[in-house]
DNA sequence: CATGAATGAGGATTCATTCAT
DNA sequence: TATGAATGAATCCTCATTCAT
C-alpha cells in the first residue's frame, strides 16, 4: 500500500532514457531543447546547436543521422512522459479502492498538481512539443496512440465511475466532460508557463481555484 | 438602440482592409496563408507561395519587402478582428442598459457563439496566428497591446457588473474569472478547429455544454 | 540525291538542343564539361563549376535541380549525336542503292572518317560518358536503348547485306562482326584521343591502317 | 626446359602481396575492391567500407594513412599482375627457340587465353583500374612505366621477329600493329567482362574468332 | 506593375582523418 | 592492434532578396 502522493511521484520517472549518452550528447541534446524552444525547430540551424553545445557541427550528425531526428529524440519521451500518470497499472486500482471516499475533486487535485510540478520543469521541452506538434505527423501520431491507448480509457473508466456514483454531472457526456476538465487543467498551465509566466501569479491559488472552477463553475 | 444581435454582427467588421489591393496581391494573400498554416512560416518558401499564386517571384516582395512583412501583413488584422466584439463603445453600455435581465449567461452565449463563427471562417489564419506568436515579438506585441487595452478593461467592468451583482462567484478575483472563462472559450475552439477537426462533433451540443460548465463546472 | 560525303555531314546536326539557353547557362555547361572530364562527376564540386563559369552556385541549381541534373544534361544529347549517322532513315538505302558498288569496305572508311571527325571535336564530353557510364544507371539505359533500337539493326543489315554478297566471310556470326569492327573502330579513337592523345599519331595513315585491319587481319 | 603451358602459368603469381596482412586487414582490401568497383572510388566511403568490412573506421586508417593509399594498394599490383606474361626473362626466349615452329598465332591464342583467364577472375579489380586510371596521374605512370619499360620491348621484338619471319605485313609499322593486336585483344575482354557481362556468351568461339579476326580481318 | 534570372549567404549533411582509450 | 567519438572543412542545395528588362 503506497499513499498516492508516493505513487504520482514514482510514476513520473518511467524511463531512463538518458543512459549510454557521451557527455557531448548531453550538451548536444540541451543546447537543442533551448533553441528549438526560442526559435523553433525550423528556425533553429545545427551550427547554431553546436556553437552553443560546445561541439563540432558533424559531432551532432554522429548521434542523430537527421535534424529531425534530433527533435524526435527530444520530443519523444515528453509525451511519454506527461501521460505518465496513466501508465501505471495501480493508478486507477488505488483510486477506487483505497481513496474513493476522498472522491473526483480529490483525485483531480492530485493530479494537476502532479503535473503542474511537472510542466513547471520542463516548459522549455513542452513549449518545443505544442508548436512542433502541428508540423510533424511522427509526433502528433505519438500523441494520439498514447492518448487514445493510455490516457483516455483510465479518464473514461474515472468519470465513468464517479458518474454513476453521482459525483459528476451526467448531462455531459463522458467525451465532453474529459474535453472541459483538460481544457481548463492543460489551459492554466499553458497560461500560466507559456502565454503568461512573466505574471505574478500565486500557483497555490490559482491551482486551488482551478479546481474549484471545474468543479462548480463560476455561477454562485 | 440595436439589438444585441445586429450589435454583434456590426462589430465584425471592424477594418476593411481588402481594399487597394490589385488580384495579384490577393493571389499572393491567399496562398501564403494556406502555406503558412500547411507548414509554417520559417518552413514556407516565398517561391512555393509564388507557385500557387500563379505569380512571378518578383511580384511578391513588389508588394510586401520582405517575407515577414508579408506575415504581418496577413496577421495583424486577425488580432483586432478577434477582439472585435470589445471594441466597440456602444458594446459595454448595450450590456448594462438594454440587456442586463438577460444576464451573464446570455452575454456569453453571444459572445462564444459569435467567436465561434469567427474561429470557424478563419481557421488557417488562426493556425497561423498561434503557431508564429510564439516566435514573432512584433505580434505578441500586437496582441498584448489589443488585449490590455481593448478587451481586458470591457471584460473586467463586466465581470465586477455581474459579482457586485451577486450572479458571479466573487471568491474568485477578476482576473482569474477572466482566465478561466477565456481559456475555456479559447480552449474549445482550438480542440474544436485545431487538435481534432475531424472528430464527429455536435457544435451546437457542445457550445452549450460549454457554457453551461463554465457557468456551473462539472459536479452535480 | 545526294552525295554520301554530305548525307553523314548532315546527319551529325540533329537536335539543336543549345536553344533558349541563357549566356550564364552556356558558360555554366562549358565549365561543367570541362571539370567533369578533368576529375570526374563525383570528384567535381559544383562551387568549382561556378567560379569557373564566373557565376554565382545558385545560378547552377536554377538550372539544373540538381548536379546530377547537370551531368544529364551534358551526357544525354552526346549519346544520340554519336549514334547520329545510324538516325537517318535515308542512310541505309543511299548505301544500298547509289554506292553498293563501292562495298563495305568504302562505308567503313565514311563512316570511321565521320565519327573520328566527331570524336576529335568532342573529346571531353566523351570522356565524360565513357566515364560515368559506369556509375549512372540512366546514362547506360540510354545508351543501350540508341544501341540496340537504332545502331545495332542497321548495322546487322549492313553486314548481312555484304555477307550475303559473299563481301565479308561468313564463319563470323554477325554479332560477332559487328562486335569485333565496333572494338576496332571504338578502340582506335580511345587510344587516340584518350589513352594517348599526345603521341605523334599521323592520323590519316592511322585511319587507312585501322580499315585496312578490319578487311584484312594483320597476318600476310 | 619448360612447356609454354606451364611456364605462363607461371608468370602469374610474380609477387605475394598478400604477405604480413592481418584477417582485419584482408577484409578491409576485399570490402574496398567491392566498394570502389561498384560506386567509384570518389563516392566510395571509408566508413561504407569499413562497415561491409566489418571493422572500426579508425582501423582504415591504421593500415592506411590515406583513402587514396587504400586504393593504390589494390590497384598498383594489379598493373604488374596484368603485365605479368612479359615479366619473366625466359619468356622471349622461349618464344623463339623452342616454339618458333608454333607461330605467331599460338603465341598470340596462348597469351589471350591467359589473359582471359586473369581477367575473367579479376573483373571487380580491372573495372577499378580503368576507371580510376583517369583520374589518378600516379596511376597512369606506373601503367605507363610497366607498359614501355616491359611489355613493350618484348611486344616489339616479338612482332619484328615475326614481321621478318615474313608472317605478318610489314605495311604496318610495329606501333601499329602492336596497338591494333591490344585493342582488339583488350576490347573483347572489356565487351566481355564490364560493358556485357550478361550477353549469352559463347567464350570458347568468340575467343577463338577474335584470335581469327586478327590474323585475318573480316574480309573473305 | 510584373517578371524571372541572378545572387550569395546560410542550411543540413557527409566524410576523411585524428586521437584518447 | 583496434576502436569509435570527435572534428571541421567541404558538399550539394535552398532561399529571401535584388534588379534589369
Redesign the pocket.
Not at 533553429?44 to 547554431?48: G, Y
Given at each position: 500500500m503506497m499513499d498516492p502522493q508516493k505513487l504520482l511521484q514514482e510514476l513520473l520517472k518511467i524511463s531512463d532514457d538518458d543512459k549510454d549518452i557521451?557527455?557531448?550528447?548531453a550538451k548536444i541534446i540541451q543546447a537543442a531543447i533551448e533553441i528549438f524552444a526560442e526559435k523553433g525547430y525550423a528556425s533553429?540551424?545545427?551550427?547554431?546547436i553546436a556553437k552553443r553545445a560546445?561541439?563540432?557541427?558533424?559531432?551532432?550528425?554522429?548521434?542523430y543521422?537527421?535534424?529531425?531526428e534530433l527533435l524526435l529524440s527530444i520530443v519523444s519521451p515528453m509525451i511519454i512522459k506527461f501521460a505518465a500518470p496513466f501508465f501505471a497499472e495501480t493508478f486507477i486500482r488505488q483510486v477506487f479502492k483505497d481513496h474513493e471516499d476522498k472522491g473526483f475533486e480529490e483525485l483531480l487535485r492530485k493530479l494537476i498538481q502532479n503535473r503542474y510540478e511537472f510542466v513547471k520543469n520542463n516548459v522549455p521541452l513542452l513549449k518545443i512539443v505544442l508548436q512542433e506538434m502541428a508540423f510533424h505527423p511522427e509526433i502528433q501520431q505519438a500523441y494520439k496512440q498514447v492518448f487514445t491507448e493510455k490516457v483516455l480509457p483510465k479518464f473514461k473508466k474515472m468519470v465513468e465511475y464517479y458518474q454513476d456514483k453521482g459525483e459528476l454531472r451526467n448531462d455531459f457526456s463522458v467525451d465532453t466532460t474529459i474535453r472541459l476538465v483538460i481544457n481548463t487543467a492543460v489551459g492554466f498551465m499553458v497560461t500560466r508557463f507559456i502565454v503568461m509566466p512573466d505574471y505574478p501569479w500565486d500557483d497555490e491559488k490559482e491551482l486551488e481555484n482551478t479546481i474549484q472552477y471545474i468543479k462548480d463553475g463560476i455561477f454562485s
Open positions: 557521451t557527455p557531448k550528447q533553429a540551424s545545427t551550427s547554431e560546445g561541439v563540432a557541427e558533424g559531432t551532432i550528425f554522429r548521434h543521422k537527421t535534424k529531425k
